[in-house]
DNA sequence: AACATCAACAACCGCCCTTGT
DNA sequence: CACAAGGGCGGTTGTTGATGT
């Protein structure tokens, strides 16, 4: 037996709301309340499904919202939160007084998600992306390893290709650098063309990180970490840093006692408060950053792919440490 | 000027949890 | 305890205005 329906869809009207819709409902509300969503559209004389309503009451109508652009402090406390909790928008949203999980939901989706990575961070792992690479290239033996790369390289392709684009990187193919078997496509002449090509360069390099020992960490350090949550929330000085603190010097990744957001200090969850409201959030962040306290080994050394010296992708590191926006 | 592409955000969908009977 | 209904939540889609070609 499936559930019924919260309206009939025949009888309902969708898409964007009217402003007199807008003052049905809002008026409607100020003097009956929120009490049974299924019967406000029908009260008040709305053609709208009551999910509908509940939902434009919620994310816009509501008198305590605010519309006007996110502050750096609700810009910083959303990319803090994420990086422990993930897509808890709800959780996220009720730290942020007068923000909605759908705005906050937005707001991710269109502009930190594409910051993070403009920065180099992977913004599902917020860990960097030399980081996930380096752990592709000696999670395994050679045979496994490159399919489990090719894979992983699924996962952030659009935030690379992001990037890249954006850049408008003249790519040079350096035939002679090139790992033999490898794809090495010249001519670009459309944008599809192009954009194939990207991925190629990005294939390329991350060949190269493999199959160059001289790129890779001396051991495995990320060796026992568990989850894949090992986010550089726990140092709590303020993460994420904002686009000036970041300091992705010359020594590379976490060297340590260097600046890196990702350095040991910062990965104990035991010292970590996610700013000053946490409320419920305290067990949460706890229970997420527990087992990566465990395990919390030194990412930073791990890292040389992207330290300067290297040039990946045939891109300088610090032009992709940049932020673009 | 026309068209294509991108960015922002409102709204919808479907799943799941909670609550009342 | 079982079930129906309400509501919360995260993912996805659609629309619209801005910008680029």
Redesign the pocket.
Known sequence: ?G??P?CE?DNV?????TPEEDNKLASYIAQHG??????IPKNAGLQ?????C???W???LRPDLK?G?FSEAEEQTIMRLHAVLG?????I?AQLPGRT???V???W???LK?KLSGMGIDPVTHKPFSHLMAEIATALPPPHMAHLAEAALGCFKDEML?LLT?KRVDFQLQRSNAPQGTSTSTCLTT?SDEKEDTVEKIRLGLSRAILDPDMLPPSKPWEAMGAPATNFIGGCSGFPPSASEFQYGHSGFGNEGDGSPWNTSMCTGSTCTAGDQQGRLDGIIEEENGEESKGGKDLGSGSSIFNSDCVLWDLPADDLMNPIM
Do not use: F
């Open positions: 037996m559930r019924i919260c869809k009207k969708r898409g964007q709301w929120t009490r049974n969503w299924r019967l709208r499904c009551g999910k509908s509940r939902l434009r919620t994310n816009y519309h652009e897509n808890r928008w709800s959780i949203a999980d759908n705005d939901k937005n707001y989706n269109t502009k594409k992001h954006k944008k």
